[in-house]
């Protein structure tokens, strides 16, 4: 009967050392074997200078990449019904991801609110008054997102209705399908003020005048966000939906002109 020598190879604690540290520095420092993947998202339009940064900020702490896709939020919706590949919708309301995860289109444990919009009265140039109420009697045209349509639009009609001068100006109004589309009637010169999303005016380099408008005045602004249900990265989605909720993303919002989910 054969019997196995079993051989016990004792090494110095000096070679024992060398052998962790290496082990160590070949974890922090050599490549990682995780190949990097791209995640899709379907992103309102006013988040357009928000997520390219944080797209940036992402990419650099995971080594994945986002793929963004900007449009309204109803274009958006309609896409994802007509199954879009997308991953994540970061809507620029909360309507439209609720109605996706009853539609059994979004994962309902993923819904989350990632953003507070604010509400600004903008112009090229400076406003006659600081009076809101006087500037916009006197104004030849305002521009405000479709209120049946667009949160900012809604938002905007409460706000003239607040200041009690709704009647008096409703003729006044160019309609725009988002608030993208709003912004630029105003940024065109083609009508003289406008009332957009405070995000769109903070990154812009063309010199203007802004009034932003109390939350007071009108619903709460919420940007809600939902993993799709047929993305085929639900881990990494769920990774991004993390990172964007996390406190050190949620106070860089503020820098954008947002604020901050609860």
């Given at each position: 009967m054969k019997?196995?020598?079993?051989?016990?190879?004792?090494?110095?604690?000096y070679?024992?050392?060398?052998?962790?540290?290496f082990s160590?520095?070949?974890?922090?420092?050599?490549?990682?074997?995780?190949?990097?993947?791209?995640?899709?998202?379907?992103?309102a339009?006013?988040?357009?200078?928000?997520?390219?940064?944080?797209?940036e900020?992402?990419?650099?702490?995971?080594?994945?990449?986002?793929?963004?896709?900007?449009?309204?939020?109803?274009?958006?919706?309609a896409?994802?019904?007509?199954?879009?590949?997308?991953?994540?919708?970061?809507?620029?309301?909360?309507?439209?991801?609720?109605?996706?995860?009853?539609?059994?289109?979004?994962?309902?444990d993923?819904f989350?609110?990632?953003?507070?919009?604010?509400?600004?009265?903008?112009?090229?140039?400076?406003?006659?008054?600081?009076?809101m109420?006087?500037?916009l009697?006197?104004?030849?045209?305002?521009?405000?997102a479709?209120?049946?349509?667009?949160?900012?639009?809604r938002?905007?009609?409460?706000?003239?209705q607040?200041?009690g001068?709704?009647?008096?100006?409703?003729?006044?109004?160019?309609?725009?399908?988002n608030?993208?589309?709003?912004?630029?009637?105003v940024?065109?010169?083609?009508?003289?003020y406008?009332f957009?999303?405070?995000?769109?005016?903070l990154?812009?380099?063309?010199?203007?005048?802004?009034?932003?408008i109390?939350?007071?005045?009108h619903?709460?602004?919420?940007?809600?966000?939902?993993?799709?249900?047929h993305s085929d990265?639900?881990?990494?989605?769920?990774?991004?939906?993390?990172?964007?909720?996390?406190?050190?993303t949620?106070?860089?919002?503020?820098?954008?002109g947002?604020?901050?989910?609860?």
């Open positions: 019997t196995r020598a079993i051989v016990t190879i004792k090494l110095s604690p070679v024992f050392k060398i052998c962790i540290l160590l520095f070949a974890l922090v420092y050599l490549p990682s074997t995780v190949k990097a993947q791209t995640l899709k998202l379907a992103v339009s006013n988040f357009i200078n928000p997520i390219m940064s944080i797209a900020d992402f990419n650099q702490e995971t080594g994945h990449n986002l793929s963004v896709s900007f449009g309204s939020s109803g274009k958006l919706f896409q994802i019904q007509h199954h879009a590949p997308y991953d994540v919708f970061l809507s620029a309301d909360v309507q439209k991801p609720h109605t996706l995860v009853n539609k059994g289109l979004a994962q309902a993923s989350a609110v990632y953003a507070k919009g604010k509400l600004a009265l903008w112009a090229p140039t400076s406003f006659i008054t600081e009076d109420a006087e500037v009697k006197m104004a030849k045209n305002i521009a405000i479709n209120p049946k349509l667009a949160p900012y639009g938002a905007a009609q409460q706000s003239l607040h200041l001068i709704w009647p008096l100006v409703k003729h006044k109004l160019i309609t725009g399908e608030i993208g589309q709003t912004y630029q009637f940024r065109s010169g083609n009508v003289a406008g957009v999303a405070l995000s769109q005016t990154k812009d380099s063309t010199e203007g005048h802004i009034i932003a109390p939350a007071t005045f619903e709460p602004i919420l940007q809600a966000g939902v993993i799709l249900s990265k639900p881990t990494l989605a769920r990774d991004f939906m993390a990172f964007l909720l996390r406190p050190d949620q106070a860089k919002l503020q820098s954008f947002y604020d901050s989910a609860d």
